[in-house]
């Protein structure tokens, strides 16, 4: 079958670094999203990878690794306003999207 | 865990005519459903939500006659694209909220549409 994982929760302190992992098994690869998601509100694109490495934008980056069938986001310089859910998504070889069930960051002051 | 799945996967068909996506939720009730429209490597735009047994509200600039959604159960809602054109090709995808996690969003695998 297919499946995404990605840890349910974490938290981390403002200011601080955080990076949030997410594996996936899926019938073929054809790219993988990072979006955010505040409460109430539509999902945010953050980033797309297909090639293997790190794609930095600002205070986030991602990294993908095929091989592994791996990515993590990370964010830098932690602000209160980063606090949200991060899903992460992979189109798969029918190029349908595989979503996982999202990470639910807490930042802390 | 939540499971929302869609139909159909992949979708072409001529400009003018019609086409209706399904999407359900499997093993749970949905009381509030959201449909989305993706463009390349950009955000997930948020079309309409709709909750079961009353009308969609839609954003703004999004025509409610062309794209027609109806939500007749707390487990199905469609989305029909009337009179189809080229740029109403794009990937179109529904979450769903509901079920044991009143607040969770679960997303559907998405529809792939092209309009010819």
């Known amino acids: 079958g297919q499946n995404i994982d990605q840890p349910t929760e974490m938290t981390a302190t403002e200011g601080a670094i955080v990076q949030i992992n997410c594996t996936y098994q899926?019938?073929?690869?054809?790219?993988l999203f990072w979006y955010q998601q505040h409460a109430g509100e539509a999902p945010t694109f953050l980033s797309y990878?297909?090639l293997d490495g790190l794609e930095e934008k600002g205070r986030f980056s991602s990294f993908l690794s095929r091989s592994k069938g791996y990515s993590y986001l990370l964010l830098k310089e932690l602000q209160m306003k980063d606090s949200a859910s991060y899903l992460c998504?992979?189109?798969?070889?029918?190029?349908?999207?595989?979503w996982g069930a999202g990470t639910k960051l807490i930042i802390k002051p | 865990g939540a499971v929302v799945s869609q139909h159909p996967s992949r979708v072409i068909c001529k400009s003018g005519t019609s086409v209706k996506i399904e999407c359900r939720s499997l093993?749970?009730?949905?009381?509030?459903m959201f449909w989305y429209r993706q463009f390349p490597k950009k955000s997930l735009m948020l079309m309409a939500t709709?909750?079961?047994?009353?009308?969609?509200?839609?954003e703004q600039g999004v025509e409610k006659d062309k794209f027609l959604i109806n939500h007749a159960s707390l487990t199905l809602s469609t989305l029909t694209v009337t009179s189809a054109h080229p740029e109403d090709s794009s990937f179109y995808i529904c979450?769903?909220?509901?079920?044991?996690?009143?607040?969770?969003?679960?997303f559907g695998p998405g529809t792939r549409l092209t309009v010819t």
């Open positions: 093993d749970f009730q949905a009381t509030t």
């Open positions: 979450s769903a909220r509901g079920g044991q996690e009143a607040n969770e969003q679960y």
């Open positions: 998504a992979v189109i798969d070889s029918n190029y349908q999207l595989i």
């Open positions: 990878n297909v």
């Open positions: 709709s909750n079961e047994g009353s009308k969609a509200t839609y």
């Open positions: 899926t019938s073929g690869f054809n790219g």
